[in-house]
Each structure stands twice: as structure tokens, then as C-alpha cells.
């Protein structure tokens, strides 16, 4: 696993979370909510390959 994606999901955290201070003290609750839906939804997708790639290392590891 490289550590570039370490440094781009706690990027993505930061910026979500600045936005979402932002926007919430803006009034802007339900934007505010919206972005962090959408931050967590390109985390997920730039995670779900290593997660199949752990998933295949286990049963590889367990395969008899």
C-alpha cells in the first residue's frame, strides 16, 4: 500500500471539514451535509480497490 493515499484521504478530510464549518456557519446546513456525503463518497472510491485487494490477500492466505 503506497502512503500517497494516506496524505489524499487526511487532504480530503481537511478540506471537507473546512467546508463544512464554512457552509454551516453560512446557514448553509443542508449544503453543508451534501459535501460531506460527497467527500466521504471519493474517499470510499479511491479505498475500494485496496479493500478487494485485502479481501483476495486473505483468502489467498486461508486457501488450502
Known amino acids: 500500500m503506497e502512503i ?12 471537507i471539514a473546512v467546508l ?5 456557519r ?6 453543508a451535509m451534501l459535501t460531506t ?3 466521504l463518497i471519493v474517499v470510499l472510491y479511491w479505498v475500494i480497490g485496496y479493500i ?3 479481501f483476495d490477500t486473505i483468502q ?3 486457501y488450502f
Do not use: P, Y
Open 52 to 54: 478487494g485487494e485485502l
Open 37 to 39: 456525503l460527497a467527500g
Open 60 to 62: 489467498t492466505m486461508f
Open 26 to 31: 453560512a446557514g448553509r446546513d443542508d449544503q
Open 4 to 15: 500517497d493515499i494516506v496524505f489524499r484521504i487526511a487532504a480530503a478530510g481537511i478540506l
Open 20 to 24: 463544512n464549518q464554512v457552509l454551516s
